[in-house]
Nanobody
Framework: VQLQASGGGLVQAGGSLRLSCAASRGTLSNYAVGWFHQAPGKEREFVAAIAWNGNTYYADSVKGRFTITRDTAKNAVYLQMDSLKPEDTAVYYC?????????????????????WGQGTEVTVSS
Protein backbone atom coordinates (compact mmCIF):
# COMPACT_ATOMS: atom_id res chain seq x y z
CA VAL A 1 0.00 0.00 0.00
CA GLN A 2 1.20 3.51 -0.77
CA LEU A 3 0.34 6.35 1.59
CA GLN A 4 0.03 10.07 0.98
CA ALA A 5 -0.22 12.45 3.93
CA SER A 6 -1.60 15.95 3.49
CA GLY A 7 -3.31 18.78 5.35
CA GLY A 8 -0.40 20.37 7.17
CA GLY A 9 0.11 24.09 7.39
CA LEU A 10 0.65 27.11 9.60
CA VAL A 11 -1.87 27.74 12.36
CA GLN A 12 -2.00 29.84 15.49
CA ALA A 13 -1.99 28.26 18.92
CA GLY A 14 -5.48 27.12 19.84
CA GLY A 15 -6.38 26.50 16.23
CA SER A 16 -7.21 23.29 14.37
CA LEU A 17 -5.99 21.27 11.42
CA ARG A 18 -7.14 18.01 9.88
CA LEU A 19 -4.50 15.75 8.42
CA SER A 20 -5.40 13.16 5.81
CA CYS A 21 -3.69 9.88 4.99
CA ALA A 22 -4.88 8.57 1.63
CA ALA A 23 -3.97 5.13 0.35
CA SER A 24 -3.39 3.76 -3.10
CA ARG A 25 -2.37 0.31 -4.37
CA GLY A 26 -4.08 -1.26 -1.37
CA THR A 27 -7.02 -1.16 1.01
CA LEU A 28 -6.19 0.88 4.08
CA SER A 29 -8.97 -0.68 6.15
CA ASN A 30 -6.97 -3.93 6.13
CA TYR A 31 -4.28 -2.25 8.21
CA ALA A 32 -3.79 -0.57 11.54
CA VAL A 33 -2.80 3.03 10.81
CA GLY A 34 -0.68 5.30 12.94
CA TRP A 35 0.30 8.95 12.97
CA PHE A 36 3.75 9.99 14.16
CA HIS A 37 5.50 13.32 14.34
CA GLN A 38 9.11 14.38 14.20
CA ALA A 39 10.38 17.75 15.34
CA PRO A 40 13.78 19.03 14.16
CA GLY A 41 16.59 17.23 15.94
CA LYS A 42 14.27 14.80 17.67
CA GLU A 43 13.20 11.19 17.26
CA ARG A 44 10.01 10.27 15.44
CA GLU A 45 7.29 9.89 18.07
CA PHE A 46 3.93 8.19 18.25
CA VAL A 47 0.87 10.45 18.14
CA ALA A 48 -2.20 8.29 17.51
CA ALA A 49 -3.27 5.02 15.93
CA ILE A 50 -6.40 3.17 14.89
CA ALA A 51 -6.59 -0.60 14.85
CA TRP A 52 -8.27 -2.77 12.23
CA ASN A 53 -11.33 -3.11 14.50
CA GLY A 54 -11.54 0.63 15.21
CA ASN A 55 -9.79 0.72 18.59
CA THR A 56 -7.94 4.00 18.98
CA TYR A 57 -4.76 4.84 20.86
CA TYR A 58 -3.25 8.23 21.69
CA ALA A 59 -0.07 9.66 23.12
CA ASP A 60 -0.71 11.27 26.50
CA SER A 61 0.32 14.65 25.10
CA VAL A 62 -2.56 14.70 22.60
CA LYS A 63 -5.38 12.93 24.47
CA GLY A 64 -8.51 15.04 24.45
CA ARG A 65 -7.16 17.27 21.64
CA PHE A 66 -6.58 14.93 18.70
CA THR A 67 -8.96 12.42 17.15
CA ILE A 68 -8.07 9.69 14.69
CA THR A 69 -10.79 8.33 12.42
CA ARG A 70 -11.08 6.03 9.44
CA ASP A 71 -13.20 6.44 6.29
CA THR A 72 -13.37 3.07 4.61
CA ALA A 73 -15.25 4.38 1.56
CA LYS A 74 -12.54 6.96 0.87
CA ASN A 75 -9.70 4.58 1.75
CA ALA A 76 -8.32 7.16 4.13
CA VAL A 77 -7.51 7.89 7.76
CA TYR A 78 -7.72 11.33 9.31
CA LEU A 79 -6.16 13.08 12.28
CA GLN A 80 -8.27 15.95 13.61
CA MET A 81 -6.02 18.20 15.66
CA ASP A 82 -7.72 20.76 17.91
CA SER A 83 -6.38 23.13 20.56
CA LEU A 84 -3.00 23.06 18.88
CA LYS A 85 0.06 24.10 20.84
CA PRO A 86 3.47 25.34 19.65
CA GLU A 87 4.97 22.06 20.88
CA ASP A 88 2.84 20.22 18.29
CA THR A 89 5.04 21.77 15.58
CA ALA A 90 6.62 18.91 13.61
CA VAL A 91 6.49 16.93 10.41
CA TYR A 92 3.62 14.45 10.66
CA TYR A 93 3.77 11.01 9.06
CA CYS A 94 1.14 8.33 8.59
CA UNK A 95 2.05 4.66 8.52
CA UNK A 96 0.35 1.31 8.05
CA UNK A 97 0.81 -1.89 10.06
CA UNK A 98 -0.32 -5.28 8.77
CA UNK A 99 -2.31 -6.70 11.72
CA UNK A 100 -1.39 -10.40 11.28
CA UNK A 101 -4.54 -11.52 13.08
CA UNK A 102 -4.37 -9.01 15.95
CA UNK A 103 -7.32 -6.94 14.82
CA UNK A 104 -7.54 -4.99 18.09
CA UNK A 105 -3.88 -3.93 18.10
CA UNK A 106 -2.23 -0.80 16.72
CA UNK A 107 1.46 -0.37 17.54
CA UNK A 108 3.10 2.67 19.03
CA UNK A 109 6.62 1.75 17.91
CA UNK A 110 8.02 3.15 14.68
CA UNK A 111 9.66 -0.14 13.72
CA UNK A 112 6.37 -2.06 13.79
CA UNK A 113 4.97 -0.18 10.82
CA UNK A 114 5.49 -1.61 7.36
CA UNK A 115 4.56 1.28 5.08
CA TRP A 116 5.12 5.01 5.44
CA GLY A 117 3.88 8.08 3.66
CA GLN A 118 5.88 11.23 3.11
CA GLY A 119 5.48 13.84 5.83
CA THR A 120 3.27 16.87 6.02
CA GLU A 121 4.55 19.84 7.99
CA VAL A 122 2.58 21.40 10.82
CA THR A 123 3.68 24.70 12.33
CA VAL A 124 1.87 26.17 15.33
CA SER A 125 2.72 29.76 16.13
CA SER A 126 2.38 31.20 19.63
Amino acid sequence: VQLQASGGGLVQAGGSLRLSCAASRGTLSNYAVGWFHQAPGKEREFVAAIAWNGNTYYADSVKGRFTITRDTAKNAVYLQMDSLKPEDTAVYYCAAHWPEGSTWYAPKAVNEYHFWGQGTEVTVSS
